[in-house]
Every structure is written in C-alpha cells, then in structure tokens.
C-alpha cells in the first residue's frame, strides 16, 4: 500500500476517532473570551558544541510575557481555539498570531478532567489531517492536546498576501519557536495539568518537533512520528512530498549550497543530543521513501536513543496510518510510565 489519498485519510480519521469516542456530557468551561496571562519559560543552556550553540543562538528570542485568548471553535472537530502572539515577527499579522486546536480531556462518562497536555504538530498537508487525527485521538486518552497551526497554515494563512520569495526561512525557525512557546501557553490555561506536557510531531511535524524539543528541553516527553535527521538530504533524495517541497524550494531559486545553509539552521541532529533520550521516542517505517530509514536512523543516534525507544514499524510513510491506534496507545502508556516516576520520586 503505497500512498492514502485525502479521501482514504478522512475515511481513516473517522473509523478510528468512532472508536474511541465517549460521550461529551458535560457543558465546556467558562473559557470562550477568557484571556490568560502567560510568560516563557525559555531556559536555553550553554551547549559544549559549538555548532549546537550555534543553531540555539538562530532558534531563541529574548522570553516575555505575552496573552492568550480561548475562542469558540470553527469547526466541529475541537473545543476551543487558542491564539497567541508569535515570538517570531514575520511581517504578516495574520500569520504572527498563532492558533492551537484544544480539545479537552475527558473521562469515561464524558467529563472534562484535569489532566496532562500534548503538543501535537501536523504534517505538511493543508488539511492537516493527520496532526487533527493524532490530537482527537489523544484526547480520548484522558490527555488534552493542543493542535498548533504552523505558519501559513488553517487560520493564519493569508489569501491577501501570499508567501514571498525568501520567506520560508522565517516561516521555518517561527514554526520551531511557536511550537516551544505553545508549551507555555497550554501550561497556564484551566483544567492543563502543567506537570507534565508532552510533545508529538508527524513527518513535517516531526522535524519541526524535534528541534523544538530540543532547544532547551522543556517537554516532558517526546513523540517523533515518520521524521528523521539531516534535513538536506531529505529534501534532495526524498519522493512524494520531499519531491513536491523540493520542487516548491527549486521554483523559489532554493537549491544547492544555498538550500543546504538555510536547512541547516533548523536541522533536528544538531540539537537531538539536548531532549532526554529516556523520554523521547521515534517512530518510523521501514520501507519510507520520503523520510528514508537511513535518516531516520541518523536522528535516533544523535538523540541518543535505544532500541527501545525506536520503533520501527513494517510501513511506509503514508501506510503507517494503520499503526496509528498503537501509537497513540504508546504515547499514553509511556506519558503515564514518566508520570508514576516523577510521583514516587516527590514520594506522593
């Protein structure tokens, strides 16, 4: 099986989210028009690696304070949309305010909890139907989950003013930077038990999810779905969607050295050594052509991590759909491993 086309995908969504679904019996909280005072918790350590310090130095920006604003909902898939200032001015008002689908933990019976949260970020399609996949589905775990809008994506996509030439490398590191700020925005709001908040990124999300994560560690946990290391040689020997970016960045005048220099400010393996190898884990299919194990292969040494916390599945990048329910069962069970740790630690 090689490739789900959007129908297959929402046919996908919709079986797997009937069953896990619970009834949602209880009202919403009083959050719609609420503001929330929120500030970074941005604590990027010195690196022993020039060449990490160096990529960290591109990636921050100087921590503030800043507010966020829970709307209702536009669509019937979350509960609550959340916006908040980009720490990253990119010139477009539209796409500096940066939104996240919530959607809110709740019990057996349909109640909403106070429960740990998740970061979810999408993959490159515009519909983002895996990431709203990955969140609905977390969700029914009893975990609240965040699904950020990357730059020029759902509502901060500016039909007035189309993305410019020279733009993407802006786009790129603000993508990393708002999903680290959305950390903080998600810790702050009610019912978010702020103990522990995890980070799960798929393909395009995962790329941008691992050099999040790894910035200054501040996730608890982290999920890498379909993405890899050395982002350049991605983009050049990667098929499908690789193809279709590379193409996007030919047509730009992006190519060669040029290209090489501009991924590489945001290359996951430069900072894959600073997220715990304890808590991180990634995901990947044997037989992808667009992140290609080999890559895939070259994050997991450079994060450190085992064989325990690499799990290779018999798919390839658009198959691994089937494996999604294990996923999201691994991302619960493991959430819920570090949490009983860190309780019998503090001795409650």
Known sequence: M??????????????????????????????????????????????????AQSCVDGLVWTPGDFELECGRPLEWRYDSLVRFPSPIDSGDAVNDCVAMEWHMARDQQGEIIRAPAVIVVHESGRGMTVGRMFALLLSRKQLHT??????????????????????????????????RRARDAAA????????????????????????????????DSVFIMLAGGDLYDVIQHGDRDAQKMRERLTQEGLSGEALKEMLYRV????????????????????????????????????AHLTSDHHVIMEADHYSGVIFIPDMIQ????????????????SGE
């Open 146 to 179: 965040f699904l950020v809008q990357l730059p020029g994506y759902g509502q901060r996509r500016n039909e007035a003013r189309p993305e410019k030439t020279g733009e993407m490398m802006v786009r790129m590191r603000q993508g990393v930077a708002d999903v």
């Open 330 to 345: 691994r991302v619960h069970d493991e959430i819920q491993s570090l949490r009983t740790v860190v309780d019998s630690a």
């Open 188 to 219: 702050v709001l009610p019912l978010v038990d702020a103990s522990h908040i995890a980070l799960q990124g798929t393909s395009l999300g995962g790329f941008v999810g691992s050099t999040a994560g790894g910035i200054d560690g501040a996730f």
């Open 267 to 302: 290359e996951p393996n430069r900072l894959a050594h600073r997220m715990s190898p304890e808590s991180t884990w990634l995901f990947s299919g044997r037989t992808d052509t667009v992140v290609p194990l080999e890559n895939a292969l070259s994050l997991a040494r450079a």
């Open 2 to 51: 090689q490739h789900f086309d959007t129908a297959w995908l929402r046919w996908v969504v919709m079986t797997l989210a009937s069953c896990f679904t619970v009834q949602a019996t209880a009202e919403l909280p009083d959050v719609f028009g609420q503001k929330y005072a929120a500030r970074d918790s941005l604590d990027a350590k010195t690196d022993a690696s020039s060449d």
